[in-house]
T-cell receptor, first 116, second 117 residues
Framework: GENVEQHPSTLSVQEGDSAVIKCTYSDSASNYFPWYKQELGKRPQLIID?????GEKKDQRIAVTLNKTAKHFSLHITETQPEDSAVYFC???????????????FGQGTILTVHP | GAVVSQHPSWVICKSGTSVKIECRSLDFQATTMFWYRQFPKQSLMLMAT?????????EQGVEKDKFLINHASLTLSTLTVTSAHPEDSSFYIC?????????????FGNGTRLTVT
């Protein structure tokens, strides 16, 4: 099955700096890669996603890049703010048929702390 | 749109009892729902895939007789933790896929914090 590795496990930055979180995946059939932000005790919130036919996607201060050959994708947050502090999860899924139903496999999570 | 409602948000039960958690898609039909479990400071681990009108598909290591899943309609899936034990204490989150096929975003419920005493 799919295995997603995420690094770093913790990341501390100063307000205004950029933050980068990286993930690798094992299943070359994976073609959908979302990123979630989770605040303590709350549900994961989708912040951005990318599909395998695209190499980069940007939404204001957030961008995601995908390298299918190397099987890794990254989340970039620019001009970080204290409210960006949360746990971020990457995930990967396939659109395979059969029993996979496009299930997501999550990375281990990154605790991002943005210091004012 | 694409709201997933999960109930209850928290529950405390005694060891040996059963607890039912409901997951509803409020404004869309979800043929597939997923149940995740998250222990403190850990990632979301998929427990099972719930398919409307058919048996759930469980991930390796998840006991199907302990975690009963019923997906009787296109808007409701339930997870029943039977004979709960303290080690079952965790954050249980359901999610549902909206329209658009397998690569459409997953929408998560608010989660249920289960504490077994």
């Amino acid at each position: 099955g799919e295995n997603v590795e995420q690094h770093p496990s913790t990341l501390s930055v100063q307000e205004g700096d950029s933050a980068v979180i990286k993930c690798t995946y094992s299943d070359s059939a994976s073609n959908y890669f979302p990123w979630y932000k989770q605040e303590l005790g709350k549900r994961p919130q989708l912040i951005i996603d990318i599909r395998s036919n695209v190499g980069e996607k940007k939404d204001q201060r957030i961008a995601v890049t995908l390298n299918k050959t190397a099987k890794h994708f990254s989340l970039h947050i620019t001009e970080t703010q204290p409210e960006d502090s949360a746990v971020y999860f990457c995930a990967a899924s396939t659109n395979a048929g059969g029993t996979s139903y496009g299930k997501l496999t999550f990375g281990q999570g990154t605790i991002l702390t943005v210091h004012p | 749109g694409a709201v997933v409602s999960q109930h209850p948000s928290w529950v405390i039960c005694k060891s040996g009892t059963s607890v039912k958690i409901e997951c509803r898609s409020l404004d869309f039909q979800a043929t597939t729902m997923f149940w995740y479990r998250q222990f403190p400071k850990q990632s979301l681990m998929l427990m099972a895939t719930s398919n409307e009108g058919s048996k759930a598909t469980y991930e390796q290591g998840v006991e199907k007789d302990k975690f009963l899943i019923n997906h009787a309609s296109l808007t409701l899936s339930t997870l029943t933790v039977t004979s709960a034990h303290p080690e079952d204490s965790s954050f249980y989150i359901c999610s549902a896929r909206g329209t658009g096929g397998n690569n459409s975003p997953l929408h998560f419920g608010n989660g249920t914090r289960l504490t077994v005493t």
